[in-house]
């Protein structure tokens, strides 16, 4: 998969890769079953991008769902869940309510939810992300 984070005039050159790397450096972690090393790696890859974008834009909102996926991965439930809510929370505002990421962010905050015992407030999770589905009628 790409990489969430695309280098863009917002960041120096050097910051823009340092910050890809790490998140590549997760990805690559995670596809080795080595949850803890990606989570390490996409902490140090939101810190960079807070370090220079700020704590709300969406380059930090979806490394913060990487976070989450790896610690979903690695079987840390309650940690998982802390930051699909940190990703959904960055994303509804860098894109509003209606957008695939933020959709994508409350199906994953969805499965963590459910793997906490949390059936009811998944199902809810999951709804809101399918509501946000366009209408393949509306198309036609």
Same mark, same amino acid.
Not at 88 to 107: F, K, P, T, W, Y
Not at 125 to 134: D, G, H, I, V
């Given at each position: 998969?790409? %990489?969430?984070? $695309?280098?863009? @005039?917002?960041?120096?050159? #050097?910051? /823009?890769?340092? *910050?890809? !790397?790490?998140?590549?450096?997760?990805?690559?972690?995670?596809? %080795?079953?080595? $949850?803890?090393? @990606?989570?390490?790696?996409? #902490?140090? /890859?939101?810190? *960079?991008? !807070?370090?220079?974008?700020?704590?709300?834009?969406?380059?930090?909102?979806?490394?913060?769902?990487?976070?989450?996926?790896?610690?979903?991965? /690695?079987?840390?439930?309650?940690?998982?869940?802390?930051?699909?809510?940190?990703?959904?929370?960055?994303?509804?505002?860098?894109?509003?309510?209606?957008?695939?990421?933020? /959709?994508?962010?409350?199906?994953?905050?969805?499965?963590?939810?459910?793997?906490?015992?949390?059936?009811?407030?998944?199902?809810?999770?999951?709804?809101?992300?399918?509501?946000?589905?366009?209408?393949?009628?509306?198309?036609?």
């Amino acid at each position: 998969t790409r %990489s969430p984070f $695309f280098i863009n @005039a917002s960041m120096p050159p #050097r910051e /823009a890769m340092a *910050a890809s !790397v790490m998140n590549n450096l997760g990805q690559v972690a995670s596809a %080795s079953e080595d $949850f803890e090393s @990606a989570a390490e790696w996409h #902490r140090k /890859a939101i810190h *960079a991008l !807070v370090e220079r974008l700020g704590p709300d834009h969406a380059h930090v909102g979806k490394t913060h769902k990487l976070l989450c996926k790896a610690l979903d991965s /690695a079987g840390r439930y309650a940690a998982a869940r802390d930051a699909c809510t940190e990703a959904l929370d960055i994303l509804q505002q860098a894109h509003g309510e209606r957008h695939e990421e933020v /959709a994508d962010s409350l199906r994953t905050l969805a499965d963590v939810t459910d793997k906490l015992g949390q059936t009811e407030e998944a199902a809810t999770y999951r709804k809101r992300a399918m509501t946000m589905l366009p209408d393949p009628d509306r198309a036609k």
